[in-house]
């Protein structure tokens, strides 16, 4: 089946390419499930139908303007009409799918969220596509710096990338060997009066050594230093950067899960990683725990990496305007990139 154009509803694409393969169904619902339960966490549902999904590149989900929501007496609506949705994507013989998609249509998952990862359990162990379920938060944002859109970027580790949940080998490029300048970046003049300013400045990635960057508005957060640094000097990679830095690991790590939280973020599932699934999680550098990092696209197709570097109590946010999951997946290729971004520590 052809990709479907930017916009397209579900409906549309069942309808001229019939059933699709089961990995593909359950990621898009489990997508779905995310805004629904976003929604019902307001203490409002929604009750949907193939129409109301929206799909564009890579599967990205949108919902359309929906009908004033109804509040939730009790059991929730909006987990049946998910359940309808997931048997509408199926073909007819579904094996293990059946047993969720009945138990959905009887108002046996307390969530959406609930009914996507049973689904999700459900799929064989040798589907095409994984079907990590992924949080597809609404508009909610996080903090702007200078007016710029908050995006986030992601530690690229020493050898080996160890994300909980799961692990990867990525070989990291030797800075000697590339000629990237690790040095700190040359201060503002006004950083000098500023030691907080100037701590941040010198810990920044090396992709912004050569950049001049912005003192930004501090956010009532705890933040003790804010820099909005724009696009990285290496593209393609972040278009947009902002860097906060707070008094100790402690108050970083509660700032990440704040942001998260906020965001609609949830944990990354077991054995589910950034880029293909969206979440949170932790992450170590030569077997140390080492911070926190999180991926996701927001409700106005924006790719954004967070991680936080526990050493140096430093947040760094990234994005792609409107780059959705190619936009993601940029970021992702970029961050693995240790010469490139991860922070500089004393």
Wanted: charged share 20%; net charge negative.
């Amino acid at each position: 089946m052809d990709q479907e154009q930017p916009g397209t509803d579900l409906a549309t694409v069942l309808a001229d390419g019939g059933p699709m393969e089961p990995a593909r169904a359950v990621a898009i619902v489990g997508r779905v499930a995310s805004l629904l339960d976003t929604v019902a966490d307001g203490g409002a549902v929604r009750e949907i139908t193939p129409a109301d999904v929206l799909l564009s590149g890579g599967d990205d989900v949108r919902l359309t303007a929906p009908a004033e929501a109804a509040a939730v007496p009790g059991g929730r609506p909006d987990v049946p009409a998910l359940a309808r949705v997931l048997a509408s994507c199926l073909p007819d013989r579904r094996d293990e799918l059946d047993a969720v998609v009945r138990r959905g249509l009887d108002g046996g998952y307390a969530t959406c969220g609930d009914l996507a990862a049973a689904a999700a359990a459900a799929l064989p162990a040798d589907s095409p596509t994984t079907p990590a379920q992924r949080s597809a938060p609404s508009s909610v944002r996080l903090p702007l710096l200078l007016g710029a859109v908050a995006a986030v970027a992601v530690l690229a580790l020493v050898l080996v990338l160890v994300l909980t949940g799961g692990s990867d080998d990525d070989d990291a490029a030797d800075p000697e060997a590339t000629g990237t300048p690790t040095t700190a970046p040359p201060l503002a003049a006004d950083d000098t009066d500023d030691p907080a300013q100037a701590q941040l400045r010198a810990t920044i990635p090396p992709d912004w050594i050569p950049v001049d960057c912005d003192h930004g508005e501090l956010p009532d957060d705890g933040a003790i230093a804010a820099l909005g640094c724009g696009a990285a000097s290496t593209q393609p990679g972040p278009e947009d950067s902002v860097f906060y830095r707070y008094a100790d690991a402690a108050t970083v790590d509660a700032v990440f899960l704040a942001d998260m939280e906020r965001n609609g973020v949830a944990p990354l599932p077991p054995g589910a990683e950034c880029p293909s699934a969206y979440g949170h999680t932790t992450y170590e550098v030569d077997g140390e725990p080492a911070g926190r990092m999180g991926c996701y696209i927001d409700g106005n197709n924006n790719g954004i990496l967070i991680w936080t570097r526990d050493a140096v109590a430093t947040e760094g946010i990234v994005t792609v305007m409107d780059g959705g999951q190619i936009g993601l997946d940029v970021l992702y290729d970029w961050w693995v990139q240790q010469e490139l971004s991860d922070f500089i520590l004393p």
